[in-house]
């Protein structure tokens, strides 16, 4: 009884240890002492420092990696994660399986973050970010007749649309978005029939990019994803009003 009692009782407190562990790393970074790509202390010495055990901090770091927050690279330790900020899409997962989300109102809300997203991408693109999303053009073009390969393409111009917008919030949203559908999109790809004619609307949307052409750049959007949705009905056979299971597969295992 009192061996059951002592081992119920830790639990409680390896969660509180590893809130700390977060709540250290969290006021190392607004104090500026680690920034994007900074090697995290080894283990140890972040148990040391925050006075917990070493499965307290490998837990705290496991709850920071799923916030985005660090990433892990074997043989080389922990590090704060570069680039835009990451939102899984597993807590909108949920959220769609909790209060059945709708295709329709998922592909409302995309509609409404990527045209914007385009119209400031227009103005903000610069050279590099330009010729990241036009190699993504050209691997579509390129994978016409596998369309799983197409569709990694189309995610990673969206995603490229998305960070050229220069805004990391927007990014991270459209991302954890477009998370979800990739999933589904994956189930029904083999099935796409007119892969030139997406490539086609993907380098309109380019050139429009490209000649700084903001209006053109939603207009040209809008009508790819509105087109998009209704292909996408099509080949899957489901009303505007069903559900949207949670994805069980996300979009960064294309990247």
Do not use: C
């Not at 590090?79 to 998922?106: K, N, V, Y």
């Not at 385009?118 to 993504?136: F, H, K, P, V, Y």
């Amino acid at each position: 009884m009192t061996r059951h009692k002592s081992e119920s009782s830790k639990k409680p407190f390896e969660g509180v240890a590893a809130e700390l562990v977060v709540g250290h790393v969290r006021e190392l970074i607004e104090r500026g002492d680690l920034r994007p790509g900074a090697r995290l202390p080894a283990e140890r010495e972040l148990a040391l420092r925050v006075g917990v055990s070493r499965p307290s901090v490998r837990a705290g770091l496991r709850a920071l990696a799923a916030m985005g927050v660090v990433q892990s690279r074997h043989g080389a330790g922990t590090f704060i994660r570069g680039g835009p900020p990451m939102l899984g899409s597993e807590p909108l997962s949920f959220l769609a399986a909790l209060h059945g989300f709708t295709r329709d109102e998922m592909f409302e809300a995309r509609r409404v973050l990527e045209v914007g997203v385009a119209g400031l991408a227009a103005e903000r693109a610069t050279g590099d970010q330009l010729a990241s999303i036009s190699e993504e053009i050209t691997g579509m073009y390129a994978s016409m007749d596998d369309p799983q390969a197409f569709l990694v393409h189309d995610i990673r111009f969206h995603r490229a649309v998305a960070a050229a917008a220069g805004n990391p919030i927007l990014a991270s949203l459209v991302e954890m978005v477009s998370e979800i559908f990739y999933e589904h999109r994956r189930k029904t790809a083999a099935q796409g029939k007119d892969l030139k004619e997406a490539a086609d609307l993907h380098r309109a949307i380019y050139h429009a990019l490209r000649t700084h052409d903001g209006e053109r750049a939603r207009r040209t959007m809008e009508a790819h994803l509105s087109l998009a949705r209704d292909r996408q009905a099509t080949e899957a056979g489901f009303n505007s009003d069903e559900a949207l299971a949670p994805a069980s597969t996300p979009v960064a295992a294309v990247s």
